[in-house]
């Protein structure tokens, strides 16, 4: 089906498109497919900076992911001004995504599709999903609970409150 003709399009950012917002598309596409919702979605992910294009995500985020029951197998690509038409909600894994994202918004309009990822955060009080990079396997692991969580409150947002984000 051409991606135009899904319901809903949504595009999960962080950095380097290679742990947290591939987590977020896998853990999101998931949810969706469990609930016989994926029909209605079209799901992608990309990075802020370019540096990993192509690459699958990294090692230790698929390694961590497969122990729950998630396989990340996307290919990291760059952000481009042509999401903010392409999709309708853009999430944010912190405040430096953000910025960056917004920094690209070419009218309010576009901006106005951003959020950050733990806006929808149902159980932690985390203000930004930690890049995970540097860390050890715990901030593998918070990363997942994180977007466990958020991920989970984006589609209650989404169906059960009738709340349409893209207005
Ligand atoms: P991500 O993590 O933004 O969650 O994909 C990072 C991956 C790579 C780099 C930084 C953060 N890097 O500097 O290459």
Not at 7 to 13: A, D
Not at 39 to 62: C, K, Q, V, Y
Request: with cysteine; proline share 3%; net charge negative.
């Amino acid at each position: 089906m051409d991606n135009n003709q899904k319901e809903y399009k949504v595009l999960f950012v962080c950095l380097g498109n290679i742990c947290r917002s591939p987590a977020g598309e896998g853990i999101f596409k998931k949810l969706v497919e469990d609930k016989g919702l994926a029909h209605r979605f079209f799901i992608d992910s990309a990075g802020t900076g370019g540096w990993h294009i192509g690459e699958l995500p990294d090692a230790r985020m698929r390694q961590h992911g497969a122990r729950r029951g998630y396989d990340f197998n996307s290919r990291a690509r760059k952000f481009d001004v042509q999401d903010f038409d392409d999709f309708d909600i853009i999430l944010a894994m912190d405040d430096s995504n953000y910025n960056n994202i917004m920094r690209l918004s070419p009218d309010l309009e576009s901006g106005q599709k951003v959020y950050r990822m733990t806006d929808f955060s149902r159980k932690y009080s985390y203000d930004h999903v930690p890049d995970p990079y540097y860390s050890g396997a715990d901030g593998f692991e918070l990363v997942l609970d994180l977007l466990e969580d958020a991920c989970g409150g984006l589609l209650e947002n989404i169906l059960e409150q009738g709340n349409d984000l893209r207005k």
